[in-house]
C-alpha cells in the first residue's frame, strides 16, 4: 500500500521513548514537521527514530536542498541516490589549465565532458531512490522533493536491510548496526563499518541544528550505547586485502596509485618522487572540491599526463583513495612551493552547486585524515596551514588570475574545524588588535552570482564567506585585487572582496557595526554588528614593514637567496608580486620559513635536491589568500590593542 508522506499523526508522543530530544515545540505549526516525519516514518516501517535522525545527519545534516541533488545524485534529508537523473554530464575543474609542476606556466588540461552510463551500468549505492520507490509505492518525484516522503523512503530502506540480515525489528539502536552498513551502498566491510561507526558516533554525542529549511531538528545523545558490530559478518559484503595506505584506522581507506611514468619528450607525469619529511617538512594541507564524479576523478587521477593529488574522498560514504604517498610531492597546487612542502586532498564535490553537498561523512571522514596527517608530520590546526586551494597564493604575478577557488564559500569550515577538535573560538578581549572571521554559517547568506548562469543570482544558502567593501556601508565599492586586473563582482569565483571563516587579520578601524581590517595593502569594511557577529576578537603575532620603508615588497613562494644554490640548479627568481604593505599596516602572521626549492625536472632522481637558504619568510594572512614577506622587510610584533571609536 502506498505510503501517505504527509501522515504524522501522533507519532511525535513516541519521542522521549525513542531517545530522541523533542524541539521545543511539537504542535502542528510547520516547524516541527521534518522532527515529526522521522516519528512517522519510524512507527511505519519499525525504524528506533534515533537511527534514522542519526543516519539522516550522517548523510545530509538534516538538510533537503530545495529537492536538488548531490555530486553523487543524492536527494533529501536522507540522501536517497538517482544518479542517471542527477548527473547527466561532469567536468572537472582541471580543465582551465594547471600550473606545469616544474615550473609556473599553464599547462592545458583540457578532458571531454564525462557521460554518465546507463541506469543499469550504475552501482547499486547509486539507485537506492529507484528501491525506496519500490518499497514504499512513492513517486520518485516526491522522494526527491518532498522531505517527509525521502525520511520514509530512508526507513523503508533501513527496515529491509534489517530484513535480509534475519535480525529482529529492534527498538534498541544497537541491533542496527549491520542494517546501518548495508545502507551505506558500500560493496566492502571496511567502507560500510567506517560509515556505521560515524553514525554510531552520532547516537553517541547527539546533535541539534536548524536545517537549510528553518526546522529544528534534535537528536538526544547515547553515550552508553553499544553497537552489535557482529552483524557486519551478516552483511555479505567482501573483505578487501589491506593495503598499503597512510590513512587513520578510523576510516575506510584504499590504494589506488597515480601512475609515475616516462613519456616522449623527455616529459613525464603525474608526480615527483620525494623524501619528505627527511628532506624537508611537510608545513601544509590543502583541501579542494573535484568539480566532478569520484569515477571521473580518480580515473584521471591515473592518467601519467595529467596531474596529481595525494587523496580524493568520496562523497557518500567518506571513503578515502589515496594516490600519492606522503614522501613524494603531487602536483595539486597549482604553485611548485606549495606542492613541495603540502599535501592535497580532493572532496567529491562542485563549488558552485551549494545543493551538491558535501556530506557528513565526507567532513567526518576528511576530518580524520586530516588530524592525522597533522599529528604524524607536525602540520599545526590553522587556517594558516590547512589551506583551501583557494587559499594558495599565485606563485607570480601572470599566475594570479588562473589560480583555483576551491572549495569555495559554501564549504562549512566552522563545521569542519570543530571535527578536527580545534573550533574557532573568540581568544582575546575585546581590543585584542586582532579578528577572526566566523560567522554563523547557516545564517551567513552574502549574495552570489554564477552557480548556474552568469550574472544571475545563486539560490539563498548559508556560507562561510564574508563580503568586504571600500567603506562603512554596503552601498560602497567592492574591495578590488590588484593581481586579478578586473573590477570586483559577486560571482561564486570572485574572492578579490571576501574573507573566509578561520582567516585572522589586523584590526584597521571601526565604526559602528563595522570592522576594518587590513587586506591586500588597503582597509577593508565588514559588517560586523554585535547581534549577529560575523568575527570574534584575537591577538597574536604581526607583521609591519621596518621602520623607515614606506612599503615592503609581498611574495607568493618563498625561494632562498641566489647564493644558496648549488653547482648544477638553476637558480630560481625571487620575483615579487603586484602587492604591497605599506607603512603602519600590520598582517596576522602564520608561520616562520627558511627560503627553500625544491630541484625535481628529471624522471631519474638522482639530480633532484632541496635547496634551503639563509633567508627567512614569514607567511602572512594578506588578501582571501595567504602570501610570504622576507624577514629581513618586517618587524613582528604582537597585535596592538585596538581603541577604536
Partial sequence: MRRTAGAVGSAALLLPLLGVAPPPSTTASSAGLLQRAFASASAEYHVPQSVLLAVSYLQSRWDAHGGAPSVTGGYGPMHLTDAHTALATDTEHFADGTEDPRGDSARPALHPKVKVPANSALPTRLKTLTKAAELTGIPAAELRTDPAANVAGGAALLAAAQRSLGAPFSADPAGWYGAIARFSGADDKATAA???????DVLHTGEERTTDEGQLVALAAQPRLKADTAQLRRTGLRTVAARDTECPTTVSCESIPAPYSQFGDNDYGNHDLGDRPVSQSIKFIVIHDTEGSWDTTVKLVQDPTYVSWNYTIRSTDGLIAQHVKAKDVAWHAGNWYINAKSIGIEHEGFLAAPDAWYTEAMYRSSARLVKYLSEKYGIPLDRQHILGHDTVPGPVTSSIPGMHTDPGPFWDWRHYFELLEHPFKRTAGKKGGLVTILPDYAANQPAYTGCVTKGQPCAAHGSSAVRLYSDHDESSALIK???????PTTDVNDLSSRVATGQQYAVADTWGDWTAIWFL?????????????????AAGRVVTPKVGRTSIPVYGRAYPEASAYPSGVPTQSISPLPYTIPAGQEYVVGDELPGEYYYAVTFTTDSHKVVVGKDLYYEIQYGHRVAFVRAADVDVTSSRRWGGR
Fill in 194 to 200: 567506517a560509515y556505521a561507526n560515524d553514525v554510531f
Fill in 521 to 537: 595593502g588597503q582597509k577593508a569594511w565588514f559588517k560586523n554588528p554585535a547581534a549577529q557577529p560575523t568575527a570574534v576578537t
Fill in 481 to 487: 585585487d590588484i593581481g586579478l586586473g578586473t573590477t
